[in-house]
C-alpha cells in the first residue's frame, strides 16, 4: 500500500500552484494533478502486479472530501480481488445499455422508418408518417420501448373515437386502420427487440391480442366499391365522352383499361408503346408490385393521341396544380354525371346491388369482370390477369409464368366494343359474345 502522505485541508490544496502531482493525503494514492489551467484527482495503487493510474474528475466537479471517499471506494475493491479500472468500465457499460434501452417509442419508430423507408411504396411511407403519429404517440410516442406492454397497446386499439353512431373503441369503428396500426405497433417493437432495446414477447403480436380482442372479421364486414351494371356501361361512356377536361379523359382511360384510379392517374408517355398498343406500367406503381402490360384498345388508343403533350413533362394525365391528378377530380366527373341523371330519371348512376350508392372510379374494375364472366367465353385466368390479379392457386400461378397478352387483346378490343354500345333495355338486348373465339 502506498505511503500515507501528510492530509492536507482544502484551503491548503487550493493554495497548490505550478505543473505536478502533489499527493494531498487522507487516503493513501490520492493525488492533486495540475497541467496548466487545469486541476483533477489522480488514484495511483498497485493492480494485479502492476501500478495503475486512475483519474477520478476535475476538482470542479469533485470536492476533496468526495475524492478522498472514491478512493476508498477503490482500496476496498482492490483489497477485495476486484480491478477498479474494469469495474468502472464494466458500470459505464451498463450505463450505456441502460440510456440505449431508455428510448422513446417515438425514436424507435423514427429510426425503424428511416431503415425501412427505401423499400416502400409513397402511400406505406404516408400510413406510417400518419397514422402513428395521429393515434399512437399521444399514448406510447414519450414512453420507454422497454415497457411497454400488453395493456398499453390495448389502449391504443381501444381509444375511443367518434363516430355517426355515438363513441366506440377504434379497434370497433375504424377496424381496418386499427389492424395496420396493430402491425405497425408490433414491427416496431419487434425492431426493438432485434437492437436490444426491449425483451420478452410482442405484446402487438396478434397471437396474444386475439384473446383481449375480437377478431377483425367479426368486428368489420368489407364492403365492396359501388359497382355500375355492365349493362349500363354503354350510357355512362357516352355521358362520359361529352365532357371536356383531362379528369373525363383520365376516367375514360381507366375504364377502358380496366385499371385502378392510381395507375390511371399516374401514366406516363414513357410507359406508352403507341406503335406496339401496349401500356407497360412499372412493378413500383402496381398493387402486387409486379409489372403489368395492358394491350391497348383502338378507343384508347384515341384518347392518348387527342392528349395535348407539354415540353419537359411526362405525365398523360397532367394536373395544374399538383403533381398528379387526384382521385377526387374523377370522383367529381361521375357526381356531376349522377347529379345530371338523377335530376332526369330519378335514380342516378348507382349501384342497385349495394343500396344504390352512387358508383365509383374502383367500382368499374368489377363492371369490367362482371361483364367478362357472364358475357364472354375468356378463361377466368385471362379476365384476372386483364385485372392484375393473382392466381388463388400458388401452385396454378408458379406454373403460369406468361400473362396471357395475346389472350387478354381480344378482351380489352371487345371490352371497348361493348362500351361503345348503349343498351335500350335491362335483359332483352345485351350484347352477348359467348361464341367469340378467345385469340
Not at 54 to 62: K, T
Not at 90 to 97: P, Y
Not at 321 to 334: F, P
Not at 398 to 416: C, E, H, I, T, V
Request: aromatic fraction near 8%; charged fraction near 30%; include cysteine.
Amino acid at each position: 500500500m502506498p505511503k500515507v502522505a501528510k492530509e492536507l485541508t482544502a484551503l491548503a490544496v487550493s493554495k497548490i500552484k505550478g505543473d505536478g502531482l502533489y499527493a494531498v493525503g487522507g487516503v493513501p494514492g490520492l493525488y492533486l494533478q495540475i497541467i496548466g489551467n487545469s486541476r483533477s484527482w489522480i488514484f495511483r495503487a498497485v493492480i494485479s502486479g502492476h501500478r495503475k493510474k486512475i483519474g477520478l474528475g476535475s476538482c470542479v466537479l469533485l470536492s476533496l472530501a468526495e475524492a478522498r471517499e472514491k478512493a476508498r471506494e477503490f482500496h476496498k475493491q482492490i483489497w477485495d480481488g476486484l480491478n477498479p479500472v474494469e469495474e468502472r468500465r464494466v458500470a459505464k457499460s451498463k450505463a450505456r445499455l441502460k440510456a440505449a434501452k431508455s428510448k422513446t417509442f417515438r425514436e424507435c419508430t423514427e429510426a425503424f422508418i428511416m431503415a425501412n423507408r427505401a423499400g416502400w411504396k409513397k402511400k406505406t411511407s404516408r400510413h406510417w408518417e400518419n397514422s402513428l403519429p395521429n393515434y399512437c404517440f399521444k399514448i406510447l410516442g414519450g414512453l420507454s420501448v422497454a415497457d411497454i406492454d400488453t395493456g398499453l397497446v390495448l389502449e391504443v386499439l381501444q381509444q375511443p373515437v367518434a363516430t355517426n353512431d355515438g363513441i366506440k373503441p377504434l379497434w370497433e369503428a375504424r377496424t381496418v386502420t386499427a389492424s395496420k396500426l396493430r402491425g405497425m405497433i408490433e414491427s416496431v417493437l419487434q425492431w426493438a427487440k432485434v437492437h436490444g432495446l426491449r425483451e420478452g414477447e410482442n405484446p402487438a403480436d396478434w397471437k396474444i391480442l386475439k384473446y383481449t380482442l375480437p377478431s377483425k372479421s367479426k368486428v368489420h364486414k368489407e364492403k365492396s366499391y359501388p359497382a355500375l351494371p355492365y349493362i349500363e356501361i354503354g350510357g355512362v361512356m357516352s355521358e362520359l365522352r361529352k365532357r371536356d377536361g383531362i379528369p373525363a379523359r383520365a376516367l375514360e382511360f381507366a375504364i377502358l383499361s380496366a385499371v385502378r384510379s392510381g395507375e390511371a392517374r399516374g401514366a406516363r408517355w414513357e410507359e406508352i408503346d403507341l406503335t406496339a398498343r401496349v401500356w407497360t406500367i412499372p412493378a413500383e406503381r402496381m398493387k402486387k408490385e409486379k409489372e403489368h402490360r395492358i394491350p391497348l384498345s383502338d378507343a384508347a388508343v384515341k384518347i392518348l393521341e387527342s392528349l395535348p403533350r407539354y415540353e419537359g413533362d411526362n405525365r398523360v394525365f397532367p394536373a395544374e396544380k399538383a403533381t398528379e391528378l387526384s382521385d377526387m377530380a374523377l370522383l367529381n366527373i361521375i357526381a356531376r354525371m349522377h347529379k345530371k341523371k338523377l335530376a332526369s330519371d330519378g335514380v342516378g348512376w348507382t349501384d342497385p346491388k349495394s343500396n344504390n350508392r352512387i358508383i365509383t372510379v374502383h367500382g368499374f374494375r368489377s363492371t369490367f369482370r362482371d361483364w367478362a364472366g357472364e358475357t364472354t367465353s375468356y378463361p377466368r385466368e385471362v379476365c384476372e390477369h386483364a385485372l392484375a390479379h393473382g392466381l388463388p392457386d400458388k401452385v396454378e400461378a408458379a406454373y403460369q409464368r406468361g400473362d396471357l397478352f395475346m389472350k387478354r387483346k381480344g378482351l380489352m378490343a371487345d371490352w371497348a366494343r361493348y362500351c361503345d354500345t348503349v343498351q335500350t333495355a335491362k335483359c332483352d338486348n345485351v350484347v352477348s359474345i359467348q361464341n367469340r373465339k378467345a385469340v
